[in-house]
């Protein structure tokens, strides 16, 4: 008998934790926008939740797996739970009310802000250890080599004797000296020697530091409950498979093996992997591969994780605890590191009091009853750390030796009712941020993703600093944009900057209802609907094939290469000929002829490596200019894709483009429309010409498509008229890098700057027919063109119709009509609000006309430029600066002289 075929899936996610469920619900929201994508989530267990899944005993008891309360760096993951939960009336909020249980007394955390609880002799040995490593610090300009030297470093050897160590050897089960200090962020409070000794001195507590100063918890279903909503309200019954746990994975073949409840084996192929199972656990199961293998066994064993033991008791009577919430336990006798009054949290993590319960024990130690009686209960989570290398944990005492501990340090009395006992042993509990970590991530992750697997999540990544649930949902979330558009992984690949942002990330938004139900964009065809996802997350979207006909694209070709030719041969009619750019010479040359006719000038600041059509003869008079104003014509090798654009004259002037389907295309409309959602005005055609990139160019700087400090709504269309070399010279872009970009507040005339975490530059190279379209947050350029072919692509500039009437140059002013308005004495301006030519008749004009920029500059009659804060003198030369702060990188300037 043939076995079944196999089944194949484009993206297998493995773990419904809160990053697998991060990723399906994002494939789902897109989907549900016109981006269908083939994707199954897998999980070894009954149902969804991972490691934030919360388990019910068989008396009505609630506990989560671990201390997990909800609190949010991310706009995105508010509205995501909001979704699935419901509103407030679905959560509890509660202020943090913290301790440090210590020497039979409660000290406030963090503990290194309150040493003014502390006994004398121990205030003394912190605050002397806090001057002590005042001193160290400054002696020490090198890194610490671990979190020990960390702590002695910032908090001094005093807090790191009494609290720091003992306390994180109870939490990661493993050495200090063995922690790297690099995951810190907001994790550990540092200590201030300053307010130390003043809160000693004032006998006056610190508190409210930290990003869980306040969180929420939901009234029902605890921790688990937020992820079964998440799973049954954002992704797809059929798109979730349980009761499978894998065991294989083939990198070559893209195969996946897993193994059911029964024993049964199930193979399924991918093409990209997204896996949330421990990075450890899943490089041992990689199966051996013909190619160079890497050594994954070894990368394995240098990443170190401790065990965690959930511990919860359920007691008849009333919580004696009032508002606390999580208490700390650094010394010896208790087994737990961390108590979690877990009744607190919210009422539906305790049975009713009318429920009856027998008493399985008494604290202290007695027996119990068979007689069921009322409550009301109340409950402790107690979590306990264990490894194999430092601390081992004798299973059959962890539970007694519990209950015992909460004697001990005054968390039970020894005559409470114990009602119910629960335990549960997880074996990765807390991935350790050991000192190897870094190298061993550096290594792998990159490797697997380039066999098409995204190890990510708390285990997966092994990064405990973005391990919290909104962390772990990000990573999910991010990763699966990145699998359909390679967008940036910012949470997985910058943590701090995640973490010290101090307000809430804002960038994303989960609509999922909106584009289901409401948004303009879910009206849109299919094709369209995934355009608008794309330029959502990513800024740029390529579209294979584009939407043009082959007669479309022969019409935009002709038009394009066509006027190219026509320029040229009216260029060298009129004796312009194509000469190496020399910018010392070419600023000798005009600095002549200018200061000949009279003209004051300031020349351009430019790079090298440019070609120039340049007018041997440049001293035309006003009646020549005014018949003949391609005086000087220029092609650009790249300096930005503008200064190539032949929309001097634009497609716009052309007949065969003032109609669909060029000008005013449908599809491309709607989904401008979609692009600038809520604004009052429609979409049209702004412009529209060709991007050109000339055989020989070699540097280029970067193009915006807005004015600084504007975000217009603009999207650029560019389609390849014909078939191209490979190495022609194609678009660079780097998304949300300009105004309305995340990183729009950057430098605009360099590429990625890695001290910026920036987004990386792309590289797009099209096929015949192949549409690029992108918004004005994402900047551009072109790449070098080693190649003797003229590389053009037609571009089309739609935006709202607001956009047009106040940016009417746009449309109107090719070089010709720049000329020609500028020489007529009865003009006043151009109608644009920031270039503005005033006053005097024009006699001529000198240089080319682009678009102009904001830092509007003059000059006076000595030559030097200053700044115009209001008006204009009536005997100024007047030109527009693209950027007086490029260092010399660019800029351009029009010569205009006054009579």
């Known amino acids: 008998m043939e076995s079944p075929p196999m089944e194949s899936v484009s993206t297998l996610i493995v773990g419904s934790g809160p990053t697998g469920l991060g990723a399906a619900s994002r494939f789902h929201q897109h989907s549900l926008r016109g ?14 939740g991972g490691l934030a899944c919360t388990d019910r005993t068989g008396e009505g008891f609630l506990f989560d797996l671990g201390g997990h309360v909800i609190f949010s760096h991310f706009r995105y993951f508010d509205e995501l739970l909001s979704f699935a939960c419901g509103g407030e009336g679905s959560w509890n909020t509660h202020e943090r009310v913290s301790y440090v249980w210590m020497k039979g007394r409660f ?31 400054a002696a020490s300009p090198a890194k610490p080599a671990n979190f020990d030297e960390w702590i002695d470093r910032v908090m001094g050897p005093g807090i790191n004797d009494i609290f720091m160590r003992p306390y994180n050897f109870k939490v990661w089960a493993y050495p200090t000296s063995e922690m790297q200090c690099g995951w810190l962020g907001e994790r550990v409070a540092t200590a201030d020697v300053g307010k130390a000794v003043a809160n000693v001195i004032n006998n006056t507590v610190q508190g409210g530091w930290g990003p869980n100063a306040v969180f929420r918890f939901p009234k029902e279903g605890g921790t688990g409950g937020i992820w079964k909503s998440v799973a049954g309200r954002c992704v797809p019954g059929e798109r979730q498979r349980y009761g499978l746990t894998m065991v294989g994975v083939d990198l070559e073949e893209k195969v996946a093996t897993f193994r059911d409840g029964g024993g ?19 490089m041992n199961m990689i199966a051996p591969s013909p190619s160079p293998p890497a050594d994954w066994s070894s990368l394995a064993s240098s990443l ?51 429920a009856l319960l027998p008493t399985l024990r008494t604290a202290g130690g007695g027996g119990g009853s068979d007689k069921a009686e009322p409550g009301p209960y ?27 501990g909460c004697v001990n340090v005054s968390l039970m009395e020894p005559g409470a009712e114990i009602v119910s006992l629960y335990h549960r042993r997880l074996e990765h509990g807390y991935p350790t941020p050991h000192v190897d970590r870094d190298a061993t991530l550096a290594e792998a992750l990159p490797k697997l993703k380039e066999k098409g697997v995204w190890s990510r999540g708390r285990f997966g990544n092994y990064k405990y600093e973005v391990a919290n649930q909104d962390h772990s949902c990000m990573i999910g979330v991010e990763a699966a944009d990145n699998i359909l558009f ?14 010290e942002r101090g307000n809430k990330y804002m960038d994303m938004g989960y609509d999922i209802e909106g584009a289901a139900d409401v948004s303009a964009g879910s009206l849109l065809p299919p094709t369209q609907r995934a355009i608008t996802a794309a330029l959502d997350v990513a800024g740029v979207c390529v579209v294979r094939g584009g939407v043009h006909s082959q007669e479309e694209l022969q019409v935009l070709d002709e038009l394009m290469y066509g006027e ?20 010392g010479e070419w600023l000798a040359e005009w600095t002549r002829q200018a200061e000949e006719e009279g003209l004051l000038q300031q020349p351009s600041l430019m790079d090298n490596d440019r070609e120039l059509w340049a007018a041997p003869d440049l001293g035309r008079d006003a009646e020549q200019t005014r018949a003949d104003p391609m005086h000087v014509f220029q092609f650009s090798d790249g300096v930005s894709i503008s200064v190539g654009r032949m929309d001097m004259p634009g497609f716009l002037n052309f007949t065969a483009f003032q109609r669909p389907p060029f000008y005013n295309r449908t599809d491309l409309v709607d989904i401008c429309n979609v692009y600038n959602a809520g604004a009052a005005a429609p979409c049209e055609t702004i412009t529209a010409g060709a991007l050109w990139n000339f055989p020989g160019s070699t540097s280029a700087l970067w193009h915006r498509d807005s004015g600084e400090g504007e975000v217009t709504g603009t999207l650029t269309v560019a389609v390849a008229t014909r078939q191209l070399p490979p190495d022609v010279g194609w678009i660079k872009f780097q998304p949300l890098t300009h105004d309305g970009g995340e990183f729009g507040h950057l430098d605009k005339q360099t590429g990625a700057a890695p001290g910026y975490l920036e987004p990386a530059e792309v590289v797009l190279a099209l096929d015949k027919g192949d549409m690029i379209i992108f918004g004005d947050s994402t900047k551009h350029t072109v790449t070098p063109n080693p190649t003797n072919v003229e590389r053009g692509i037609a571009y089309m500039l739609y935006g709202l119709q607001s956009w047009d009437e106040t940016y009417d140059w746009h449309r109107q002013d090719t070089l010709v009509s720049a000329a020609e308005r500028a020489l007529d004495p009865n003009w006043k301006s151009v109608p644009h609000d920031r270039y503005q030519i005033e006053g005097a008749p024009r006699r001529t004009v000198r240089g080319e006309w682009l678009h102009p920029k904001p830092s509007t500059m003059v000059c006076d009659e000595t030559g030097e430029i200053f700044n115009v804060a209001d008006g204009w003198g009536e005997d100024e030369i007047r030109w527009e600066w693209e950027d007086d702060e490029n260092e010399g990188k660019g800029g351009w300037v029009a010569f205009v002289a006054s009579e």
Not at 37 to 46: I, K, T
Not at 387 to 398: I, N, W
Not at 566 to 571: I, M, N
């Open 264 to 282: 049964g084996e199930k193979k399924i192929k991918y093409e990209q992997l997204l896996s949330t199972a421990p990075l450890d656990s899943l």
């Open 107 to 137: 000290v406030p955390y963090p503990f290194q802000n309150n040493i003014s609880c502390l006994d004398p002799a121990d205030q003394i040995k912190c605050l002397t250890g806090l001057v002590e490593a005042t001193a160290l610090s």
């Open 35 to 48: 981006l269908p994508h083939d994707y199954l989530l897998v999980d070894s267990a009954a149902g969804p």
């Open 564 to 583: 190219l030719e026509r320029q040229k041969r009216a260029a060298a009619e009129r004796g312009l000929h194509r000469a190496p750019w020399n910018l």
């Open 304 to 354: 170190h994780y401790s065990s965690s033991h959930i511990v919860g008791i359920g007691i008849r009577g009333v919580n004696p605890h009032d508002l606390k919430c999580w208490l700390y336990y650094p010394e010896d006798n208790c087994p737990f590191y961390r108590c979690t009054v877990f009744s607190h949290y919210a009422e539906a993590n305790c049975p009713p009091a009318d």
């Open 486 to 499: 390679g967008a940036r992984e910012f949470t997985l690949n910058y943590c701090s900057l995640v973490n």
């Open 378 to 404: 109340w409950s402790l989570m107690l979590e306990v750390s264990e490894s194999k290398a430092h601390k081992p944990v004798d299973l059959d005492k962890v539970v007694q030796d519990c209950v015992a």
